[in-house]
């Protein structure tokens, strides 16, 4: 069909990269992903998973390898979620950090522009509430909005800082319909075990089926506004459809603890006082931490009809659910 829309995503193989995909193809759109590496591992899952996923070698660090991706999908929209993500692993590799999640999003804009798409793609740059950084004199009682000030406490976002104003200079000096989404944490099934979400439930789900016993965490006072990734892609879709290029702020508009993450986890397996399960290891604490991170999701709310669906309690239930599905299936093909 020769108005089938084409979109092109960066990060095809993380938690948004997947939810994406999915709504993309849903919604009728042929749908390119960009896979990095030559043995990456998680190929064949994506080929399994989304067989409708048409994937392009290239890396976000290879302005050529770009280039060639955006000839070869030739994208009415381009969503650019590739990047280094965990907090905790960009202090350690703060130099690819830089080189991933900050220069990579020039690499990607400029490929649109040389290419001659610069009116012809839109492209969604997936920034970060991490740029506010949750400090005190920084915290307004409403929650973040799109006119907060920014103070990124960690490598990863003073990155993710430099990629979203690019993209509104390149929005800005060529015209380009380019919107930033400044998304506060979203979690999921999806999610990597190395996000505390995940982690949490991935071991309650363990403990609970006796495969092991207890689980190491970091600080657990830091409150996070935590949303439904499934809720989130359906956000970025909509900035790439509004008239006119700009920036929104997703959230849920609440902040919880870890330690009430924890609570909710545990209680779905029958166990009210986590304590005895949680031990500290300062490994997992960082060098700046963000104490608090509350958005304010008026403007996506208004101007894009947009709003969340699954509720805090609802996204620790389904995450649960999951774990223990998955890491019982894992258990008895072992044991069989
Ligand atoms: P972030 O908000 O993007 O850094 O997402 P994370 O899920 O990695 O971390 C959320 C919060 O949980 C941060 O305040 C971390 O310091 C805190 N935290 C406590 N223990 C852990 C842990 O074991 N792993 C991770 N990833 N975070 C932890």
Known sequence: MADTRRALITGITGQDGGHLAELLHEKGYEVYGLIRGQHNPRRESVAVEMPYVRLIEGDLTDPTSLVRAVETSDPDELYNLAAVSHVGYSFKNPTLTADVTAKGVLNVLEAVRITGRAERTRVYQASTSEMFGGLDYNRPGAGYNENSLFHPRSPYGVAKLYGHWIAKNYRESYGMFVACGIL??????????????????????????????????????????????????????????????????????????????????????GIEDWRPYVRQNPEFMRPAEVDILLGDPTKAEQELGWRRKVDFPGLVSRMVAHDLATQSAAASIASA
């Open 184 to 269: 506060f944490n979203h979690e999921g099934e999806r999610r990597g075990v190395e996000f505390v979400t995940r982690k949490i439930t991935h071991a309650v789900a363990r403990i609970k089926l006796g495969l092991q016993p207890d689980i190491e965490l970091g600080d657990l006072w830091p409150k996070r506004d935590w949303g439904y990734a499934g809720d989130f892609v359906e956000g970025m879709w909509r900035m790439l459809q509004h008239s006119v290029p700009d920036d929104f702020v997703l959230a849920t508009g609440e902040t919880h603890s870890i330690e009430e993450f924890l609570t909710l986890a545990f209680a779905e397996i």
